[in-house]
């Protein structure tokens, strides 16, 4: 056996890790400069091999640090490998590895990379021959020296220790002692010996006293076996009543435990019963508060709609009433004016007649009493002038101006033509313009009912809209509560979560998805490192509630390991949370690092694979088979050490008592009321609850959104059907009062047409006088003055109030109508 290797690193010269070979099996020599490390090399081999560097100090261990610029070294170690190939050391390998390594807190041996107790170092090595009561295998600086100037018997002594005589010498001097303790020892035995014999002689009196004893005790102990069989069997029988008792106490016991469990699971669902009947109490009763309210609204309403009817009832009954009395009074009239309009059809013509011969009368009338005037006048002017020549002077200024007045007249006359032509015309317009603003009258009054009926029907939508949203207003309500009281319960399982598992755990839990949202909210990259975090083992698998305690006894806080794609998924969610200061413990199950071998598994009635009953993705079956798939479950305690005995396998009870495949046996009782899986199922319900209402919640207010913008569209709509209805009344008044003013105006041009014509006819009679009393004047102009003399004969006015009256023949019988034309003009003639 040799030094094949040194490597030293952090020791004090050596803050670099240094390798230092090879060695010959024979001799080795180091040499180097001073200050070179050649002692400290030395004391590198002694640290590990030597016991003057045990028990050390924490300020020893820390002086053999390094100590030099830069970082401090925390750690140092000297690792020696030995040639092991004449298995000078008892095991069994051709290399060995001896490590030391030192801190200011540890000092460990390692043993070919395992870490063995400093005993069983040094009781190697003494195996080896380098043992502590021989250590000149280590030989220091200036021992020969010594050795060579020390006296004789150090010299000795020191060749005894050399050779290893000490040991013996040590040895015989333990011997020595030992056999001065026998010597006194069988002087001991021969004094007791001696004790003996005399007690033997004591005793050979006392034989045959025990002979008659024995006889006795013979007799006593055929008895007392009687009576001892008796009761055997006895207590055998006993024994075996007891023995099915205790079979059906067990069954009863499990029987009673089935009961206990039905009877928690009914509890538990009586409680959830009852939670969600007042949950719908509460609902009922604020739907109550609400049917209520809007039923005193309905009932305000209905009473004021009741009354309503009542008057309008009451006022179609008088209006029918005051209708009848109407109606016959129409009747009544309508008949007047049927008879009315008979005699008006019948006097009409004659007061048409006798209106126009009134007019034609009243003309001429005119005319001759003008007619008479003049020739009073003319009767006069023979006295009025003396000459002919003044007199014509005069008729000749008289006709001047007769002449401009006549102008004037006629000019009056046309402006009356034209007043009465334009009063035609724009009578025959406003009669079509009339005709026309009542067909826009009668087309707004049919639009005013069409946005009338529009405007209801879309108040009636709007009532419905609103209905249906008050509807939805209701669920929301509901919906509303129920989640808060589903998140109330996932906090409460949370905590329960929390208190089962640790605190540490789901903090953990809790920093990985904050992790993930982070990564989400980065994305790219970041979001494809949170799509392969598949979540904890307990979120990935489901099983039967049977196994519910195997499962969990078998997995522990494995439970919730975190499931990963790779190693590098895991640390950079490490080191985020670490960035980030997030609390909490994790453990990354990476299934790229899983290493997981098929197992094979009994094929037998009373066991199965524990991996086999859970279900899972297949994505994970590393994970799963990592955790489960060592373990068996069992239907009993003993099948359970017989199988882990036999197959090396793991096994658990459905009572959760496990057999380890090393034999050690654990179990006791579980409280299955505070069961990690059930509690995670309670879990995944209530949060698959959660998300189930979140979407209905959703989409109720998505359709609470739709049907708010139907109802802001109808009330837009109804707002442009009342602008529309405003505009198409204001238009409709307009075209009222339009119509109004241009009845107002018609019937002014109708009232004033009478009279203008009237003015046109008295008009047209001065112009016929004028005309007439012009031609007298030009008649009577150049004529000698007697003519006119002959006109105080004739009674003109009661010739012309005779010929008015139709009687020119009753009163002048012999007057001709020849003749009177000689005596008067001819306007004077009708």
């Known amino acids: 056996m040799h030094i094949k290797q040194v490597i030293i690193q952090g020791f004090k010269s050596y803050r670099e890790q240094i390798v230092v070979e090879p060695f010959d099996k024979r001799h080795n020599v180091v040499v180097g400069r001073n200050g070179s490390g050649k002692s400290n090399f030395f004391h590198a081999i002694q640290f590990v091999l030597s016991d003057e560097f045990s028990h050390l100090r924490p300020e020893q261990r820390l002086a053999l640090l390094h100590e030099g610029t830069g970082p401090r070294v925390i750690s140092a170690f000297v690792e020696i490998i030995f040639d092991n190939s004449d298995n000078r050391i008892p095991i069994d390998k051709d290399e060995i590895f001896l490590r030391r390594v030192i801190g200011s807190k540890k000092d460990q041996f390692f043993l070919n990379k395992k870490v063995v107790p400093r005993s069983e170092v040094l009781n190697l090595l003494?195996?080896?021959?380098?043992?502590?009561?021989?250590?000149?295998?280590?030989?220091?600086?200036?021992?020969?020296?010594?050795?060579?100037?020390?006296?004789?018997?150090?010299?000795?002594?020191?060749?005894?220790?050399?050779?290893?005589?000490?040991?013996?010498d040590e040895r015989r001097e333990e011997s020595v002692t030992i056999l001065k303790e026998t010597v006194g020892k069988v002087e001991k035995i021969n004094d007791f010996l001696k004790t003996i014999e005399e007690r033997l002689k004591t005793l050979e009196e006392e034989k045959e006293e025990l002979k008659e004893y024995q006889k006795w005790d013979k007799s006593r102990r055929v008895l007392e076996f009687i009576i001892h069989d008796t009761e055997h069997r006895e207590n055998k029988r006993k024994l075996d009543d007891l023995q099915k008792m205790r079979a059906n106490s067990g069954k009863e016991q499990q029987h009673y435990a089935d009961q206990v469990r039905e009877a928690q699971e009914h509890v538990r669902e009586s409680n959830r019963k009852l939670k969600e009947a007042r949950k719908d109490?509460?609902?009922?009763?604020?739907?109550?508060d609400i049917l209520s309210t809007e039923q005193q609204q309905l009932l305000r309403e209905k009473t004021k709609l009741e009354l309503g009817i009542k008057d309008l009832t009451d006022d179609v009954d008088g209006d029918n009433k005051s209708k009848e009395r109407a109606e016959a009074e129409l009747e009544?009239?309508?008949?007047?004016?049927?008879?009315?309009?008979?005699?008006?059809?019948?006097?009409?013509?004659?007061?048409e007649e006798m209106k126009a011969r009134e007019e034609e009368c009243t003309r001429a009338l005119a005319l001759n009493q003008q007619k008479r005037q003049?020739?009073?006048?003319?009767?006069?002017?023979?006295?009025?002038?003396?000459?002919?020549?003044?007199?014509?002077?005069w008729i000749e200024k008289e006709l001047k101006s007769l002449n401009k007045q006549l102008k004037d007249k006629k000019d009056h006359e046309?402006?009356?033509?034209?007043?009465?032509?334009?009063?035609?015309?724009?009578?025959?317009?406003?009669?079509?313009?009339?005709?026309?603003?009542?067909?826009?009258?009668?087309?707004?009054?049919?639009?005013?009912?069409?946005?009338?009926?529009?405007?209801?029907?879309?108040?009636?939508?709007?009532?419905?809209e609103q209905s249906t949203r008050n509807e939805l207003w209701r669920k929301e309500t509901t919906l509303t509560q129920n989640l808060s009281s589903l998140k109330e319960d996932l906090a409460k399982a949370d905590q329960a979560l929390r208190s089962m598992a640790g605190k540490p755990i789901l903090n953990g839990r809790d920093?990985?998805?904050?992790?993930?949202?982070?990564?989400?909210?980065?994305?790219?990259?970041?979001?494809?490192?949170?799509?392969?975090?598949?979540g904890p083992v307990i979120e990935n698998f489901t099983c039967d509630k049977t196994i519910y305690t195997a499962v969990e006894v078998t997995a522990g806080n494995r439970l919730f390991h975190h499931i990963v794609e790779s190693d590098t998924v895991g640390t950079k969610i490490l080191k985020e949370m670490n960035r980030q200061n997030l609390p909490g413990e994790v453990t990354f199950m990476p299934l790229n690092r899983l290493q997981v071998r098929d197992m094979v598994y009994p094929n037998d009635n009373n066991a199965i694979a524990m991996v086999q009953k859970l279900k899972y993705d297949p994505k994970y079956a590393k994970a799963m088979k990592y955790i489960f798939g060592k373990t068996l479950i069992c239907r009993n305690l003993e099948c359970a050490t017989e199988l882990g005995k036999q197959y090396h396998l793991d096994c658990v009870t459905l009572e959760g008592d496990q057999v380890s495949s090393k034999g050690s046996l654990t179990g006791g009782y579980?409280?299955?009321?505070?069961?990690?899986l059930e509690m995670q199922k309670t879990r995944s319900e209530l949060m698959e609850q959660i998300t189930t209402l979140d979407e209905e919640l959703s989409t109720l207010r998505q359709e609470l959104n739709k049907t708010e913008t139907s109802i802001n569209s109808i009330v837009s709509e109804m707002q442009?059907?009342?602008?529309?209805?405003?505009?198409?009344?204001?238009?409709?008044?307009?075209?009222?009062?339009?119509?109004?003013?241009?009845?107002?105006?018609?019937?002014?041009?109708?009232?004033?047409r009478g009279p203008k014509e009237r003015s046109l006819a008295q008009c047209r009679s001065s112009l016929e006088a004028m005309q007439a009393t012009k031609e007298g004047l030009e008649s009577e102009l150049h004529q000698d003055m007697d003519v006119v003399s002959i006109t105080k004969e004739i009674n003109y006015e009661h010739c012309i109030l005779t010929l008015l009256a139709g009687k020119e023949h009753q009163r002048f019988p012999n007057l001709k109508r020849n003749s009177c034309s000689k005596l008067a003009p001819k306007a004077f003639f009708i």
């Not at 993930?516 to 975090?533: D, S």
């Open 332 to 351: 009544r009239l309508r008949q007047q004016i049927s008879e009315k309009e008979r005699e008006l059809e019948e006097l009409k013509p004659k007061y």
């Open 511 to 534: 920093s990985v998805r904050k992790v993930l949202e982070t990564f989400q909210e980065r994305g790219g990259e970041w979001a494809k490192i949170a799509t392969q975090y598949f």
């Open 374 to 393: 003049e020739l009073y006048a003319k009767q006069g002017r023979g006295t009025q002038f003396t000459s002919k020549q003044d007199r014509d002077r």
């Open 720 to 752: 442009r059907t009342e602008t529309k209805q405003g505009k198409a009344k204001d238009i409709f008044d307009k075209v009222k009062a339009d119509i109004r003013l241009m009845k107002e105006e018609l019937s002014s041009i109708e009232r004033f």
């Open 126 to 168: 003494e195996s080896a021959g380098l043992s502590n009561s021989n250590p000149y295998y280590i030989v220091k600086q200036g021992k020969i020296n010594q050795m060579a100037v020390a006296p004789d018997s150090h010299r000795l002594k020191l060749l005894r220790e050399v050779a290893g005589t000490r040991v013996y």
């Open 670 to 676: 579980f409280n299955q009321s505070r069961s990690r």
């Open 414 to 464: 046309v402006k009356l033509r034209d007043d009465l032509r334009r009063d035609a015309t724009k009578l025959t317009e406003l009669e079509k313009r009339i005709e026309e603003l009542t067909k826009e009258m009668e087309r707004q009054r049919v639009a005013i009912d069409d946005h009338n009926k529009q405007y209801y029907e879309c108040k009636k939508k709007k009532d419905q």
């Open 281 to 288: 109490v509460a609902a009922a009763r604020e739907e109550k």
